[in-house]
């Protein structure tokens, strides 16, 4: 008889994984058996699933809670589901959908039915990646509109600036001093100088 496995994937760092680990833990997966990723299901390159792969046997069984926790790429995830079934030889249970256990109806109408299941499921989970992904560019349009800015703030300026780029424009001191004692780079302090439009007639 194979081992018992399982698979755990959260999108992110922040995300909590203890809802399915519950779930493996219910299925009495050994914890040295249960492989976690924090990254997105866009694709499978991903580093535990991948050593998942490699510890997988002919006879063994993988719990994943949803399709979804497999991942969010239909094609990819017909092909996993292949590789798995086919090449490795693994059952696998999808413990929310006992439709996708392939220990039960190994017959032909059970094949079709949990592949049709599957298939229909795995086109789900992209459609909402899609739509998710969809919905964040609208807020990130709707926010743009109402003036919310996004990426990293910008540097602040020392009280002195205007004294550093007297300095600067006396040439009294380079633009790579001006730009260090501004504790901000050269090309910043080239499009600081230009914002404010201090750039006018710089001496030699």
Known sequence: MGKAYGYVRVSSTDQNEDRQLAAMRGQNVPDANIYIDKQSGKDFNRPQYNKLINVLTQGDLLYILSIDRLGRNYEEIQKQWRIL??????????????????????????????DLVLQILSFVAETERGNIRERQQQGISAAKEKGVKFGRPEAALPDNFHKIIKQWKLGNITATEAARQCHISRSTFYRKVYKYKLFNKKKK
């Open 85 to 114: 079934t086919k090449e490795k030889g693994v059952d696998i249970c999808v413990i929310d959908m006992p439709l996708l256990d392939t220990r039960n109806g190994k017959d032909l109408m059970g094949t079709f039915i949990a």
